[in-house]
């Protein structure tokens, strides 16, 4: 186990992506059978710039591309794998995030939504409140939704 603590953190990227009310997207991940939810994210390839990994990595996973966006997050936001996974995910090569952040503005309408790509990773998906997107993510990325939530509310109070 000792090893696996010394692996990388992958490079990645995270949506916040707000509706006309300023609710946040998030879907039902595939992989986990508990009621576990999470805004878009994943990884970036070589060489690719930030953003349009967030533009492509939304793309692939909920079929939007009617976005505008309102702001990168600075910084860094971490996280790691819990032991139970170390190994596991993306072949064992990493202990967990490195991500950028980005608050995207959805200017089209739902259904312009679709999860059932050709990879897909959600089952379900929903607009929720930002309080609530805390209440149902993964343990390991608690802390970071907390933060990204903060800095939200920091921007909309900002743009009012």
């Known amino acids: 186990m000792e090893k696996k603590s010394l692996l990388p953190l992958r490079i990645g990227v995270g949506i916040i992506l707000l509706n006309?009310?300023?609710?946040i997207f998030?879907?039902?991940?595939?992989d986990n059978p508990n009621n576990f939810w999470q805004m878009p994210q994943g990884g970036v390839e070589k060489n690719e710039i930030f953003f349009e990994a967030a533009k492509r990595e939304l793309m692939e996973e909920t079929g939007i591309k009617s976005i505008k966006l309102v702001k990168e997050f600075d910084g860094w936001f971490e996280y790691n794998l819990p032991k139970n996974l170390l190994g596991k995910i993306w072949n064992g090569k990493y202990r967990g995030q490195k991500q950028k952040w980005f608050v995207?503005?959805?200017l089209g309408n739902d259904n312009?939504?679709?999860?059932k790509t050709k990879h897909p990773e959600f089952l379900e998906w929903k607009w929720i409140e930002l309080d609530k997107i805390t209440?149902?993510?993964v343990d390991f990325k608690v802390n970071i939704y907390k933060k990204v939530k903060q800095k939200?509310?920091?921007l909309l109070v900002e743009s009012f």
Request: no cysteine; aromatic share 4%.
């Open 152 to 154: 939200v509310k920091e």
């Open 26 to 30: 998030v879907g039902k991940r595939i």
């Open 20 to 23: 006309h009310k300023n609710n």
């Open 112 to 115: 312009e939504i679709n999860i």
């Open 135 to 137: 209440d149902n993510v």
């Open 104 to 106: 995207m503005k959805f």
